[in-house]
């Protein structure tokens, strides 16, 4: 089932260069190794950012596993153990568990009692996209449609072979009696979703060192995805897409720590609007005028009480 842990990690070394992607990557093929056919192909884990300095030497760092087979180890069973990450040498202190539901109760229709329609989405790494040029070469794709943010399904001769992103996880590993139904179901929810800017957090290239002097080139940024109309069903489908889209990061080189996102879902709570029993005023020695109150807008009330929370860890 897909798990998600927060590894917290205290650094050994008394030097070393800054945390790599690919030696993060190493570490992980070794507790989580994969055979020759699956290297080329999209893993079974993700890597939601890298190692993040806390102070003290301290680290932060969270995983998913997004199999519904358990993870060949579990982190928790590694808690005292020093791993190496390139020049760094991490006691891993401890491991929490912030995720751990199967697949069948994922996408369950109803999970939710509360109708998820609008959401921000930030991102924590670089997202590497891309697209082909005129000429065929690949150049980086900064502002993707909503259904390139959750990924793409593979097929071939009537099946499905493979898979990447949020829809791809579920191609891949949710149970094949449940995956036809609900992917229809979700590219006709994603064909309603709406993305715009968020003012002041605008999705910009970005770049990141890699190995050998070469760097990746992708995007960072904020924007809002909105569901245009569909009942409870299609924004409970939204909703296990969102959940998905953190869970299994965006674009390319997850495995490597790019694509790390955070989603805060948005949420309107409708309000019952109520005039207030008008208080007794004393008796002075003026005439008081009353001015009954207007009636209330309970439409301005709900929009002043719009807010954005995080649903999911």
Wanted: proline share 9%.
């Amino acid at each position: 089932m897909p798990r998600r842990w927060t590894l917290i990690l205290r650094d050994r070394a008394d030097a070393a260069r800054p945390v790599r992607p690919e030696d993060c990557h190493g570490l992980l093929n070794r507790w989580w190794p994969q055979t020759r056919a699956e290297h080329t192909s999209a893993k079974r884990w993700v890597m939601n950012g890298w190692p993040t300095p806390l102070g003290d030497r301290l680290y932060l760092w969270t995983l998913t596993w997004l199999d519904d087979d358990p993870a060949p180890v579990d982190p928790g069973e590694l808690v005292g153990r020093v791993h190496r990450v390139g020049d760094h040498r991490f006691e891993l202190l401890s491991v929490t568990r912030t995720f751990d539901t199967p697949y069948t109760a994922l996408l369950a229709p109803g999970r939710r009692s509360v109708a998820v329609r609008a959401a921000e989405v930030r991102t924590g790494t670089p997202v590497v996209t891309t697209t082909r040029d005129t000429t065929g070469e690949r150049v980086p794709h900064v502002w993707p449609d909503p259904r390139r943010l959750f990924g793409a399904v593979h097929r071939s001769g009537g099946g499905i072979v493979g898979g990447s992103g949020a829809v791809g996880a579920v191609a891949r590993f949710a149970p094949p009696a449940l995956v036809g139904p609900w992917l229809e179901n979700a590219l006709a929810v994603l064909g309603r979703v709406r993305r715009s800017a968020l003012p002041g957090e605008e999705v910009a290239l970005a770049e990141h060192p890699h190995t050998e002097g070469h760097t990746v080139r992708g995007w960072q940024g904020g924007l809002r995805l909105d569901l245009v109309d569909g009942g409870p069903g299609e924004a409970g489908t939204f909703a296990a897409l969102l959940e998905l889209l953190e869970l299994a990061g965006v674009g390319k080189h997850t495995a490597r720590g790019f694509g790390a996102v955070r989603v805060d879902t948005v949420t309107r709570i409708p309000v019952t609007a109520r005039v207030p029993a008008p208080r007794p005023v004393p008796r002075t020695a003026h005439r008081v005028r009353h001015v009954r109150p207007g009636p209330v807008d309970a439409h301005a009330v709900a929009e002043a009480e719009e807010f954005g929370g995080t649903l999911f860890d």
